[in-house]
């Protein structure tokens, strides 16, 4: 740039001293001129190629200076790259744990194996296939969170490598400086990052040729659990169609494999224990609600007992209150009867140890109640039940427990039919006890008959079956009594004014359980039956796919189940509301005038809650759906179409509970006022609140219409009013002593406020009488109508004794007789 500056600057002054000394000549000027201008042409071809050779070393310079700006961001960003991934490395990959967790799944699989894949013995059994098949699908589970870290490290390893590469090989890092001491210091700064960049990138080739290692015996471990599971249900399959087949010889003939008792015991145990294990662990969320739920039902069942305790309702009998008469034990009979169904597909472990907790509390409960033979046979079929359920445990068949089989059935045959020969159904509780201990005998008849003829499988869940529908029979048909003493007693102290809690009418609710709890009876009889049969997983597998199986509507893709879920979430929701407002609202948990005062000031915020609750399950059940958030604005605008055209008056109603729930206006139990209705005001409700009058009726009255109207809220003014009696004299009383009198009987009430001294005033001269109204304030209003009533009859004694008149309106009339008419 300065050489080209300072030729056309010499260019300039060769010319002007040029033009000087051509015209400072006199001679021929024709000639000089001629020569002027070749020497200027001459000048000006050497001034453009100058020009060229400048513009082509200004680019080059320009590109060199672009150049070593991206060479110094390149470095800089490696530099930082390799921090990071230097820092990644250090945080490290545990490995010896994942190898250690690897061979705890590969010994799992092989304890798992034992017994279906390898020690086979003659036939495979229905529950050795299905305790495999849940500790392989752990052992994947386990496996694929492990396999999902280690993509994550492939992963950034991966992105390390190739983020370092691509920087690596930018064209920019190829030019060279022209200049010898720019070149020298770029060089030694390629030096450096290359010395940096080596063992980095080499410690990421051999981490991430570890991980891949480790992925890969990963992913194999997977491949092989997985097809043990098909192969395993294919095996599940063909036993469901051969079900009546026969698996082994008779019961008398030699066996074909042997493998010693014990050995089948302790692998039976092991796998049971590491079912329990994987089930416990991923599952640990439901148990903790499942005891969650039995620390509320206790409480609530303990505040009941409480309850008719104070009120003097608890008899000796317990009849028709056996649900309080153990809150603790019942809520967890309760509690676990009806929950273990949201435990899918359970190991059977996890059900004896559900049954044995609920036939404890139950016999605890029955203790002094039931007579003692029927005692004696529910202990006579928790036996056989608990000895059929170690004996389900067993996962291998063998001779030995073949035997054991048939002599527990026989004695459960012969047990079952004295008792119902015996006919002593009349002293039962529950009449359905007798046929369920009929369908243990026709199911351990035919036990004993598959078990004699070598259908071990069959004749195994028809002995399990047999014993486990008593006792399941026995503790669903208490639950449901539980249950209904429990609506009933609930009732009974029930006062707010929704008698449909849980949807069902406690006014209807009598000595005979709902008919739907019959059928929800039934129903889990029927699945927990059902599931020790192969064939009941082989049928409900395509239920199950049809419930699961996507389906499209427009955009929008569903499930059944998922259906299912949002209604279910949302029905939960609803009841905790219920429950909610029931505990907050209910006349019986206010024990005294403090917890009185607390309920109010709960109530209040009952609105708020249910609110919260209602909205909190409302947004849980449309996120466990999966419905997008487009689709919901679609129903809040054609909510706005129908608010528009005819839901104003609902929509108010529903502003208006809100705004009563923030501004509170009135609380619950405040005493009210409205257009001349009084009363306390029982419930604030989403759309209505409910008054209780005066007269005992509950006003239903909308929210609406609650904040238009002329509300006077007694409750905030203190619960004072004040009372005025009006009072008429004869003209002859002495005043002054009428109004001694009168304050004398007012001061010595003592429901009347001191705070505001009574006034006697008198106010006219009236027809009859001089008309005189008493002014006092009483302590509580409630007390208002009592203290009338008492001062009316204090005040007509006073003015007896002190001969003092109240007169009667009358007429004197006088009649005008004529002489001629004193004649007549």
């Known amino acids: 740039m300065r050489s080209t500056i300072y030729f056309?600057?010499?260019?300039?002054?060769?010319?002007?001293?040029?033009?000087?000394?051509?015209?400072?000549?006199?001679?021929?000027?024709?000639?000089?001129?001629?020569?002027?201008?070749?020497?200027?042409?001459?000048?000006?071809?050497?001034?453009?190629?100058?020009?060229?050779?400048?513009?082509?070393?200004?680019?080059?310079?320009?590109?060199?200076?672009?150049?070593?700006?991206v060479q110094a961001r390149v470095f800089e960003e490696v530099r930082l790259t390799m921090q990071s991934a230097k820092g990644y490395m250090k945080s490290g990959l545990d490995t010896l744990t994942l190898k250690q967790n690897l061979r705890e799944i590969q010994n799992g699989f092989r304890t798992a194996a034992d017994?279906?894949?390898?020690?086979?013995?003659?036939?495979?059994?229905?529950?050795?296939?299905?305790?495999?098949?849940?500790?392989?699908?752990?052992?994947?589970?386990?496996?694929?969170?492990?396999?999902?870290?280690l993509d994550a490290r492939e992963k950034a390893l991966n992105g390390y490598r190739f983020r370092m590469d691509s920087l690596l090989t930018i064209p920019e890092l190829f030019n060279f400086p022209k200049d010898s001491l720019e070149l020298i210091d770029y060089l030694r700064s390629l030096v450096t990052v290359a010395r940096e960049?080596?063992?980095?990138?080499?410690?990421?080739?051999?981490?991430?040729?570890?991980?891949?290692?480790?992925?890969?015996?990963?992913?194999?471990?997977i491949n092989q659990l997985r097809l043990s599971v098909d192969e395993i249900e294919q095996e599940e399959q063909k036993m469901a169609k051969t079900t009546f087949n026969r698996e082994f010889p008779n019961i008398g003939h030699a066996p074909g494999y042997y493998r010693p008792f014990r050995e089948i015991l302790n692998l039976s145990g092991i796998k049971g224990l590491?079912?329990?294990?994987?089930?416990?662990?991923?599952?640990?969320?439901?148990?903790?609600?499942?005891?969650?739920?039995?620390?509320?039902?206790?409480?609530?069942?303990?505040?009941?007992?409480?309850?008719?305790k104070a009120k003097g309702l608890l008899t000796n009998s317990h009849e028709g209150q056996l649900v309080i008469r153990y809150p603790i034990l019942t809520a967890v009979l309760l509690v676990i009867s009806m929950f273990q169904f949201m435990f899918f597909s359970p190991p059977f472990i996890l059900n004896v140890i559900f049954w044995l907790i609920s036939c404890i509390c139950l016999t605890i409960i029955f203790k002094g109640y039931i007579t003692r033979y029927w005692m004696s046979v529910w202990l006579l079929m928790l036996s056989f039940f608990f000895l059929a359920a170690a004996d389900n445990l067993v996962l291998q068949a063998s001779r030995i427990e073949r035997w054991f089989m048939l002599v527990i059935a026989l004695m459960g045959i012969i047990s079952g039919s004295v008792i119902i020969f015996q006919k002593r159904q009349h002293e039962l509780r529950e009449k359905w006890i007798v046929y369920s201990i009929g369908f243990m005998?026709?199911?351990?008849?035919?036990?004993?008959?598959?078990?004699?003829?070598?259908?071990?499988?069959?004749?195994?869940?028809?002995?399990?079956?047999?014993?486990?529908?008593?006792?399941?029979?026995?503790?669903?048909?208490?639950?449901?009594?539980?249950?209904?003493?429990?609506l009933v007693m609930a009732f009974d102290v029930y006062t707010v004014q929704d008698k449909k809690l849980f949807y069902l009418n406690f006014g209807r609710v009598g000595s005979r359980a709902p008919s739907l709890l019959y059928l929800l009876l039934i129903l889990g009889w029927g699945i927990l039956m059902?599931?020790?049969?192969?064939?009941?997983?082989?049928?409900?597998?395509?239920?199950?796919?049809?419930?699961?199986?996507?389906?499209?509507?427009?955009?929008?893709?569903?499930?059944?189940?998922?259906?299912?879920?949002?209604?279910?979430?949302?029905?939960?929701?609803?009841?905790?509301?219920?429950?909610?407002?029931?505990?907050?609202?209910?006349?019986?948990?206010?024990?005294?005038?403090?917890?009185?005062?607390?309920?109010?000031?709960?109530?209040?915020?009952?609105?708020?809650?249910?609110?919260?609750?209602?909205?909190?399950?409302?947004?849980?059940?449309?996120?466990?759906?999966?419905?997008?958030?487009?689709?919901?604005?679609?129903?809040?605008?054609?909510?706005?179409?129908?608010?528009?055209?005819?839901?104003?008056?609902?929509?108010?109603?529903?502003?208006?509970?809100?705004?009563?729930?923030?501004?509170?206006?009135?609380?619950?139990?405040?005493?009210?006022?409205?257009?001349?209705?009084?009363?306390?005001?029982?419930?604030?409700?989403?759309?209505?609140s409910v008054i209780t009058t005066w007269d005992g009726a509950d006003l239903v009255m909308p929210n609406g219409d609650l904040l238009n109207s002329h509300l006077m809220n007694w409750t905030l003014a203190g619960n004072r009013k004040r009372i005025s009696i009006l009072i008429g004299i004869s003209y002859d009383a002495d005043l002054e002593k009428c109004r001694e009198i009168l304050k004398g009987i007012l001061d010595g009430e003592e429901r009347i406020s001191k705070s505001h001294p009574p006034v006697v005033q008198f106010e006219q001269f009236g027809?009859?009488?001089?008309?005189?109204?008493?002014?006092?304030?009483?302590?509580?209003?409630?007390?208002?109508n009592s203290t009338r009533s008492d001062l009316m009859i204090s005040i007509t004694k006073a003015f007896i004794l002190n001969d003092i008149k109240i007169p009667f309106p009358q007429h004197d009339v006088y009649l005008h007789r004529t002489e001629k008419d004193r004649e007549l």
């Open 441 to 486: 005998v026709i199911l351990e008849v035919a036990s004993v008959a598959m078990n004699i003829f070598g259908r071990y499988n069959l004749s195994k869940t028809l002995f399990i079956g047999g014993f486990l529908n008593v006792v399941v029979a026995i503790l669903f048909l208490w639950v449901v009594r539980f249950i209904n003493e429990g």
């Open 767 to 784: 027809s009859s009488s001089i008309d005189l109204r008493i002014y006092f304030w009483t302590r509580h209003m409630s007390d208002n």
């Open 115 to 149: 017994g279906v894949f390898i020690h086979k013995g003659t036939a495979q059994t229905y529950r050795n296939l299905t305790a495999t098949k849940k500790i392989i699908n752990e052992l994947i589970a386990e496996a694929k969170i492990r396999k999902i870290k």
């Open 197 to 221: 960049t080596g063992p980095v990138d080499s410690s990421l080739r051999i981490a991430g040729r570890n991980v891949q290692q480790l992925l890969n015996v990963y992913n194999t471990e």
């Open 530 to 688: 059902g599931q020790n049969f192969p064939l009941f997983e082989y049928l409900s597998q395509p239920l199950l796919s049809f419930l699961n199986m996507d389906r499209t509507i427009g955009d929008y893709t569903f499930s059944i189940n998922s259906l299912f879920l949002f209604f279910t979430i949302m029905s939960i929701a609803v009841m905790v509301s219920k429950i909610v407002s029931f505990f907050a609202s209910d006349e019986h948990l206010a024990i005294n005038k403090d917890n009185d005062s607390r309920k109010q000031r709960l109530g209040s915020w009952v609105l708020l809650v249910r609110i919260f609750i209602l909205s909190a399950g409302l947004f849980l059940a449309i996120a466990a759906v999966g419905i997008p958030m487009d689709r919901i604005t679609i129903i809040i605008g054609a909510l706005g179409v129908g608010i528009g055209f005819g839901l104003q008056t609902l929509v108010n109603n529903l502003v208006s509970g809100l705004i009563i729930a923030f501004e509170k206006p009135v609380n619950v139990g405040d005493i009210v006022d409205v257009d001349g209705q009084g009363g306390t005001m029982k419930s604030i409700g989403f759309r209505s």
């Open 8 to 69: 056309c600057f010499s260019a300039v002054v060769f010319l002007c001293v040029f033009s000087l000394y051509a015209s400072a000549q006199n001679r021929d000027s024709s000639s000089l001129l001629k020569k002027r201008d070749s020497i200027a042409k001459g000048f000006v071809d050497r001034m453009q190629d100058f020009a060229k050779q400048s513009a082509i070393k200004s680019k080059a310079e320009f590109e060199s200076d672009k150049a070593l700006a």
């Open 274 to 308: 590491l079912t329990l294990k994987f089930y416990t662990v991923n599952n640990i969320w439901k148990l903790i609600v499942l005891i969650g739920l039995g620390i509320v039902s206790s409480i609530y069942l303990r505040s009941l007992k409480l309850i008719y």
